[in-house]
């Protein structure tokens, strides 16, 4: 599966943006999804996941109440919405997929889109 990311900007402090993941290439309900950020110089942070059909989401403790994951899978697009960002959400933003694996470990997903930056200003 090919996964392509977009929706990144710049945006004030406190603002919203909405991510979005589309994939093309195989099934996308057969994937979960996941996605991660990384900041210059850091390792790849996970930040949220969704199953298959979008039944369950996990969330990374800092981005709990404040980012939100979804998807369609009628469109082969998984979101993450961002609301209340603050300067310490500006980094890239990556989407993952992988057919089995369901978690917080960004080595287990399989497959890899590019990432969108988010830009926070105060």
């Known amino acids: 599966v090919q996964l392509q990311a977009s929706g990144g900007g710049l945006v004030q402090a406190g603002g919203s943006l909405r991510l979005s993941c589309a994939a093309s290439?195989?099934?996308?309900?057969?994937?979960?999804v996941g996605w991660f950020r990384r900041a210059p110089g850091k390792d790849r942070e996970f930040v949220a996941a969704?199953?298959?059909?979008?039944?369950?989401?996990y969330y990374e403790e800092s981005v709990k109440g404040r980012f939100t994951i979804s998807r369609d899978n009628a469109k082969n697009t998984v979101y993450l919405h961002l609301n209340s960002l603050n300067a310490e959400d500006t980094v890239v933003y990556y989407c993952?997929?992988?057919?089995?694996?369901?978690?917080?470990?960004?080595?287990?997903?399989?497959?890899w889109g590019q990432g969108t930056l988010v830009t926070v200003s105060s």
């Open positions: 993952a997929a992988d057919p089995a694996y369901f978690g917080s470990s960004a080595g287990q997903y399989r497959h």
């Open positions: 290439g195989r099934t996308f309900s057969n994937y979960v």
């Open positions: 969704i199953t298959w059909t979008g039944g369950t989401t």
